[in-house]
């Protein structure tokens, strides 16, 4: 049982890192909180939706509905983010917010606001058999997606020169600055990247949690926790904190069912009594 | 952004006209017209206490329905579970709002603008979250069967469609001075010192943590009267008051409105919510057309109506 | 006396910025800090005023130990600070920006009632102190407003309205024109007769004629004390200091 709860909870933490990481990556380069996040992850299910109902292959939709949800945010970043970042931080907040309404509406207008389902992969369909208990594979599968895309951003920003680039600028907005590398197609794409993974994180829950309009809030509301515990801009502050959120969340909703509705939010609390800049300032 | 429209005579002399087109209305209106009027009332209160947090402490808070639904919930409960008279309840409402945002504005009252809005909204959806699950507070259902106070020692009954409307105009005069007392007051003027200069505040011996917590629990207090008042109207609470849409409503109001104004907040309520009324009667899609009009008015309008009224009094020369 | 220093550490990561600094300053005292550029000056302010907590060592203050206290309190003690940088109220006009800080003197800061501008005896303090620094022209002026000059005066005249016991001064002089500096001297030397003072300057000629004690600071360390005659003649201040 605990093995199982463990992997539940491990899985969960996945979904909100991929999510967590687009966020925190965007703010630290571009000191933007986007709170239209949910709304790209929102996107990410429902374009894997209609790809999966028209092609009828989930690989198809968890390979092109992270790209499409990649051009969509590239597209918002050309006609709006692009042109706000000197502007004031609230100023930029209150448009983000805005833009949850159009998407909302969009996403209601386009594929309506009945909530859908996908079924996962035939592949994938199946239980294992963990330690005398059947466990759903795909929910492994969307580990193993997470901890793929967790090595391959550690790949990104150790070995490469753009990874360097992204790093010297979150870290040290400053010195980047001076040094000039903080360009504008830096920004294009780590901003499109942050995107494709809030996409890549709509298309891996869809089989699990389903596709329905007002999904967005809700993983909004949780990835702000995971940004605001972990220290916004931090990357490993998003993994921390989605880890610990992650867990928190699922071993409370089991041990303690009553307070499971709150619990995170004191453990939000609790960070910002003792830690208001998040577990790790950057 | 200026963030702040600080102009006491314009504040005033829009005030005056809007209540008297309220009034205007409300005596020559209809059934539903005047249901209408209390409606953009209580909405104005509700966005007059977003504003003025907003704009004198800087704490734009997306989590402000949550204080909406503690004044709603609380005048329900007090009423039907205690027996308590509405019109004490209403009282009882707004101190039990005042208290639990000093307990909350404690922990987060000195976050910086951004992550004031992360950590509000989060706040709020954990409410919206437990109203829907809690058994006193009816769940998903809701309560009904509020009433509304009885004032018949005045000779006045509130069931009466007209009177009611009276009701909650007498009571956003009320918070209407209130408020623009307490901005030209030095609480009100430390508030915006804050908003300007924060390391200066500290520097001369400001109390800071300490105003914006007393503002932040002034604003809790007004939002749950008009909670209150909202429970009042409709005979009815749902948890979808508490959702996060109608905080961010509160927000696009004070935003189209001309943040910092007052009177703004109040345009602001009357426009949006009329727009919104009459769009939803078109078209299904009105969150979208909401939305881009928002995004135009952040973008090309900072000031929102109010700074549009200031600069067509400058061009004609007043 | 009003403020003692003793044994000052402070290091930012593996620099050392303070290094054992000893500083007594008695009441009505005008002192100076100098030093080179990265010398530690506004470093050592900072410690002072409590924006930046020192990692060794003792700040005393009227005789208590104010170590703990952060900005605001010490603020409230009577230690108040004029910074190198302009740092106003920009929205507010030069009477506001006064009468604010005098609200927190007269403990009327919470009134929730009353107009700021209708307090008559606060209105009073401001005009007095707006005349002590020549701002009695400019009363309805928005401090956005005022020309550079005036707006350094505005600087240092917030930092007295708030009825201190020590005024630190961070540079009152810099990017002033020569007449303009001759102004804000003869202020300083009119307010050196009624608070205890701590100033830091580049221009010499300001620091000759207002300091009784100089201190000079260097690398983080004080490598001399004494009156400005003293510092005048002394071969050390003068290879360190004016690079000679």
Same mark, same amino acid.
């Given at each position: 049982?605990?093995?199982?709860?463990?992997?539940?909870?491990?899985?969960?933490?996945?979904?909100?890192?991929?999510?967590?990481?687009?966020?925190?990556?965007?703010?630290?380069?571009?000191?933007?909180?986007?709170?239209?996040?949910?709304?790209?992850?929102?996107?990410?299910?429902?374009?894997?939706?209609?790809?999966?109902?028209?092609?009828?292959?989930?690989?198809?939709?968890?390979?092109?509905?992270?790209?499409?949800?990649?051009?969509?945010?590239?597209?918002?970043?050309?006609?709006?983010?692009?042109?706000?970042?000197?502007?004031?931080?609230?100023?930029?907040?209150?448009?983000?917010?805005?833009?949850?309404?159009?998407?909302?509406?969009?996403?209601?207008?386009?594929?309506?606001?009945?909530?859908?389902?996908?079924?996962?992969?035939?592949?994938?369909?199946?239980?294992?058999?963990?330690?005398?208990?059947?466990?759903?594979?795909?929910?492994?599968?969307?580990?193993?997606?997470?901890?793929?895309?967790?090595?391959?951003?550690?790949?990104?920003?150790?070995?490469?020169?753009?990874?360097?680039?992204?790093?010297?600028?979150?870290?040290?907005?400053?010195?980047?600055?001076?040094?000039?590398?903080?360009?504008?197609?830096?920004?294009?794409?780590?901003?499109?990247?942050?995107?494709?993974?809030?996409?890549?994180?709509?298309?891996?829950?869809?089989?699990?949690?389903?596709?329905?309009?007002?999904?967005?809030?809700?993983?909004?509301?949780?990835?702000?926790?995971?940004?605001?515990?972990?220290?916004?801009?931090?990357?490993?502050?998003?993994?921390?904190?989605?880890?610990?959120?992650?867990?928190?969340?699922?071993?409370?909703?089991?041990?303690?069912?009553?307070?499971?509705?709150?619990?995170?939010?004191?453990?939000?609390?609790?960070?910002?009594?003792?830690?208001?800049?998040?577990?790790?300032?950057? | 952004?200026?963030?702040?429209?600080?102009?006491?005579?314009?504040?005033?002399?829009?005030?005056?006209?809007?209540?008297? $087109? @309220? +009034?205007?209305?409300? *005596?020559?209106?209809? !059934?539903? =017209?005047? #249901?209408?009027?209390?409606?953009?009332?209580?909405?104005?209160?509700?966005?007059?206490?977003?504003?003025?947090?907003?704009?004198?402490?800087?704490?734009?808070?997306?989590?402000?329905?949550?204080?909406?639904?503690?004044?709603?919930?609380?005048?329900?409960? $007090? @009423? +039907?579970?205690?027996? *308590?008279?509405?019109? !004490?309840? =209403?009282? #009882?409402?707004?101190?039990?709002?005042?208290?639990?945002?000093?307990?909350?504005?404690?922990?987060?009252?000195?976050?910086?603008?951004?992550?004031?809005?992360?950590?509000?909204?989060?706040?709020?959806?954990?409410?919206?979250?437990?109203?829907?699950?809690?058994?006193?507070?009816?769940?998903?259902?809701?309560?009904?069967?509020?009433?509304?106070?009885?004032?018949?020692?005045?000779?006045?009954?509130?069931?009466?469609?007209?009177?009611?409307?009276?009701?909650?105009?007498?009571?956003?005069?009320?918070?209407?001075?209130?408020?623009?007392?307490?901005?030209?007051?030095?609480?009100?003027?430390?508030?915006?010192?804050?908003?300007?200069?924060?390391?200066?505040?500290?520097?001369?011996?400001?109390?800071?943590?300490?105003?914006?917590?007393?503002?932040?629990?002034?604003?809790?207090?007004?939002?749950?009267?008009?909670?209150?008042?909202?429970?009042?109207?409709?005979?009815?609470?749902?948890?979808?008051?508490?959702?996060?849409?109608?905080?961010?409503?509160?927000?696009?109001?004070?935003?189209?409105?001309?943040?910092?104004?007052?009177?703004?907040?109040?345009?602001?309520?009357?426009?949006?919510?009329?727009?919104?009324?009459?769009?939803?009667?078109?078209?299904?899609?009105?969150?979208?057309?909401?939305?881009?009009?928002?995004?135009?008015?952040?973008?090309?309008?900072?000031?929102?109506?109010?700074?549009?009224?200031?600069?067509?009094?400058?061009?004609?020369?007043? | 006396?009003?403020?003692?220093?003793?044994?000052?550490?402070?290091?930012?990561?593996?620099?050392?910025?303070?290094?054992?600094?000893?500083?007594?300053?008695?009441?009505?005292?005008?002192?100076?800090?100098?030093?080179?550029?990265?010398?530690?000056?506004?470093?050592?302010?900072?410690?002072?005023?409590?924006?930046?907590?020192?990692?060794?060592?003792?700040?005393?203050?009227?005789?208590?130990?104010?170590?703990?206290?952060?900005?605001?309190?010490?603020?409230?003690?009577?230690?108040?600070?004029?910074?190198?940088?302009?740092?106003?109220?920009?929205?507010?006009?030069?009477?506001?920006?006064?009468?604010?800080?005098?609200?927190?003197?007269?403990?009327?800061?919470?009134?929730?009632?009353?107009?700021?501008?209708?307090?008559?005896?606060?209105?009073?303090?401001?005009?007095?102190?707006?005349?002590?620094?020549?701002?009695?022209?400019?009363?309805?002026?928005?401090?956005?407003?005022?020309?550079?000059?005036?707006?350094?005066?505005?600087?240092?005249?917030?930092?007295?309205?708030?009825?201190?016991?020590?005024?630190?001064?961070?540079?009152?002089?810099?990017?002033?024109?020569?007449?303009?500096?001759?102004?804000?001297?003869?202020?300083?030397?009119?307010?050196?007769?009624?608070?205890?003072?701590?100033?830091?300057?580049?221009?010499?000629?300001?620091?000759?004629?207002?300091?009784?004690?100089?201190?000079?600071?260097?690398?983080?360390?004080?490598?001399?004390?004494?009156?400005?005659?003293?510092?005048?003649?002394?071969?050390?201040?003068?290879?360190?200091?004016?690079?000679?």
């Amino acid at each position: 049982m605990l093995l199982i709860q463990f992997l539940n909870a491990l899985q969960f933490s996945m979904t909100l890192f991929l999510l967590a990481v687009g966020l925190t990556i965007i703010f630290g380069l571009m000191k933007i909180v986007n709170l239209a996040h949910g709304s790209l992850y929102m996107i990410g299910a429902y374009v894997g939706l209609s790809i999966w109902t028209y092609f009828d292959s989930f690989w198809l939709a968890l390979i092109f509905s992270p790209l499409i949800t990649a051009l969509v945010g590239a597209f918002l970043y050309y006609i709006l983010f692009r042109h706000i970042q000197n502007a004031d931080p609230m100023k930029q907040v209150l448009l983000t917010f805005g833009l949850i309404y159009i998407g909302l509406d969009s996403v209601r207008l386009i594929w309506g606001t009945m909530s859908h389902s996908i079924s996962a992969p035939e592949l994938l369909s199946k239980s294992i058999i963990l330690i005398n208990n059947p466990y759903p594979s795909y929910r492994l599968f969307v580990i193993f997606i997470g901890i793929l895309v967790l090595i391959c951003l550690y790949f990104i920003l150790e070995k490469t020169v753009i990874g360097a680039k992204v790093r010297a600028s979150v870290d040290d907005p400053e010195a980047a600055k001076l040094l000039k590398i903080n360009t504008d197609k830096i920004l294009f794409y780590t901003f499109s990247f942050g995107c494709g993974l809030a996409g890549l994180a709509g298309i891996t829950v869809a089989p699990i949690l389903g596709v329905e309009p007002g999904m967005d809030m809700e993983v909004l509301v949780l990835t702000l926790i995971v940004v605001v515990v972990g220290g916004p801009g931090s990357l490993k502050g998003a993994l921390v904190g989605a880890l610990l959120i992650g867990f928190v969340d699922s071993f409370g909703k089991v041990y303690i069912p009553q307070l499971a509705q709150i619990i995170i939010y004191a453990v939000m609390a609790l960070t910002l009594l003792f830690r208001p800049d998040g577990l790790y300032k950057r | 952004m200026r963030a702040v429209n600080y102009n006491p005579k314009l504040r005033f002399q829009i005030m005056i006209i809007l209540i008297l $087109l @309220s +009034i205007i209305f409300n *005596i020559f209106g209809g !059934y539903f =017209t005047r #249901f209408f009027v209390a409606e953009i009332i209580i909405l104005s209160i509700f966005a007059i206490s977003l504003d003025f947090i907003a704009s004198r402490g800087g704490m734009v808070s997306l989590g402000h329905a949550m204080f909406l639904g503690i004044g709603a919930y609380a005048t329900a409960i $007090l @009423s +039907i579970n205690y027996g *308590i008279p509405p019109f !004490y309840a =209403t009282f #009882f409402s707004i101190l039990i709002g005042l208290f639990i945002a000093l307990l909350i504005g404690y922990f987060i009252v000195l976050l910086d603008g951004i992550f004031f809005i992360m950590v509000t909204l989060a706040l709020g959806e954990m409410f919206h979250a437990w109203v829907f699950t809690s058994e006193l507070l009816g769940g998903s259902d809701g309560i009904t069967g509020i009433m509304r106070p009885d004032l018949s020692f005045l000779k006045i009954d509130l069931n009466t469609p007209i009177i009611f409307s009276f009701y909650t105009i007498f009571w956003l005069i009320i918070v209407y001075n209130l408020i623009s007392r307490i901005t030209d007051a030095p609480l009100g003027r430390n508030l915006d010192a804050i908003r300007q200069n924060s390391e200066r505040v500290s520097a001369i011996g400001g109390y800071k943590k300490t105003y914006k917590a007393i503002a932040f629990s002034i604003s809790a207090g007004i939002a749950s009267l008009a909670g209150s008042l909202y429970v009042q109207l409709n005979g009815f609470i749902s948890p979808e008051l508490t959702h996060w849409t109608v905080s961010g409503e509160g927000l696009i109001m004070i935003i189209v409105g001309g943040i910092g104004s007052i009177s703004g907040a109040i345009l602001g309520a009357s426009v949006v919510h009329i727009i919104q009324h009459e769009l939803s009667n078109i078209i299904n899609w009105w969150m979208l057309v909401i939305g881009f009009g928002f995004i135009l008015v952040v973008l090309f309008m900072k000031d929102g109506l109010w700074g549009l009224i200031e600069s067509i009094k400058k061009k004609l020369g007043y | 006396m009003a403020l003692k220093l003793t044994n000052l550490y402070k290091s930012f990561g593996s620099i050392r910025v303070l290094e054992d600094i000893n500083i007594i300053s008695n009441k009505k005292e005008c002192i100076a800090i100098i030093g080179p550029n990265g010398a530690g000056k506004s470093t050592l302010f900072k410690v002072i005023s409590g924006i930046v907590k020192q990692d060794i060592g003792n700040v005393e203050f009227n005789n208590k130990n104010i170590n703990e206290l952060n900005v605001e309190k010490r603020a409230r003690l009577g230690i108040s600070q004029s910074f190198q940088k302009n740092s106003l109220f920009l929205e507010m006009t030069v009477k506001e920006s006064l009468m604010l800080a005098c609200s927190h003197k007269y403990k009327t800061s919470f009134n929730l009632i009353k107009p700021l501008i209708k307090n008559n005896f606060i209105s009073d303090d401001a005009i007095m102190i707006a005349k002590d620094i020549g701002l009695e022209n400019y009363l309805d002026v928005q401090s956005e407003f005022l020309s550079y000059g005036l707006q350094r005066q505005l600087e240092l005249g917030i930092a007295i309205a708030c009825n201190p016991k020590l005024l630190l001064l961070d540079e009152p002089t810099a990017g002033m024109s020569p007449a303009e500096t001759k102004d804000i001297i003869t202020l300083i030397r009119k307010l050196s007769k009624d608070y205890s003072i701590i100033i830091v300057e580049h221009d010499m000629e300001v620091i000759y004629n207002l300091a009784d004690k100089i201190y000079v600071l260097d690398r983080g360390k004080l490598i001399f004390e004494g009156s400005p005659n003293a510092v005048k003649n002394s071969k050390l201040v003068q290879k360190v200091y004016l690079g000679i």
